[in-house]
């Protein structure tokens, strides 16, 4: 009887994607934007991406589907703070997608600013597990990305990088940003 409902759910290309590859019916993926607009009301900062919002999987125009809150650590407070990111839904691929301002880095509860600062604090020996985790952390995605820009840069000779490679944060910031955004944070 299982078996027969699921089948069934198979000819109904509603819920293809439900199968393709993940056991929930909603997966969301994110993309970063730089350019956003900010408002704060009962202590929650809502984001607004100025962008258009365009499927980072199929490329198609999506539509504002609702919002999340996320709780990040900024660099100017002591108390983590709460941020409202819209969510997108693609009608053709299927897939959510949150928007995230550049400043966050996904899975993770500080800023990009906060992570470039305790590596750019650290000396090379440290007695913070934390800090020293952190800052393994900041240095194998750098490499990472500073990868998938040079892969990209193969695959597309005529791109145009544009960070600081002196500056931690702005590398960090640049490359999240890359990286979300071509689909290959894991």
């Not at 819920?15 to 956003?36: D, L, Q, R």
């Not at 709460?82 to 839904?89: A, L």
């Not at 002196?166 to 999240?176: A, I, M, P």
């Amino acid at each position: 009887m299982i078996s027969n409902h699921i089948s069934e759910r198979k000819k109904d290309s509603r819920f293809a994607y439900m199968i393709s590859g993940h056991n929930s019916a909603i997966v969301y993926t994110m993309f970063i934007v730089s350019s956003f607009s900010a408002f704060v009301k009962d202590d929650i900062h809502y984001i607004f991406g100025k962008e258009e919002a365009v499927c980072p999987v199929c490329g198609n125009h999506m539509r504002f589907n609702g919002r999340c809150r996320r709780f990040v650590f900024r660099e100017n407070s002591r108390k983590r703070e709460k941020y409202s990111m819209r969510v997108f839904y693609c009608s053709k691929c299927y897939h959510y997608h949150r928007e995230l301002p550049d400043f966050v880095v996904p899975f993770k509860h500080l800023s990009a600013k906060i992570y470039a600062a305790i590596c750019d604090a650290i000396n090379e020996f440290v007695d913070d597990h934390s800090a020293a985790r952190i800052c393994r952390w900041v240095k194998g995605f750098l490499a990472f990305g500073a990868a998938i820009v040079r892969r990209l840069k193969l695959e597309h000779p005529t791109l145009v990088t544009n960070y600081d490679s002196n500056s931690t944060w702005d590398t960090l910031r640049y490359f999240v940003r890359v990286v979300v955004n071509i689909g290959e944070w894991k």
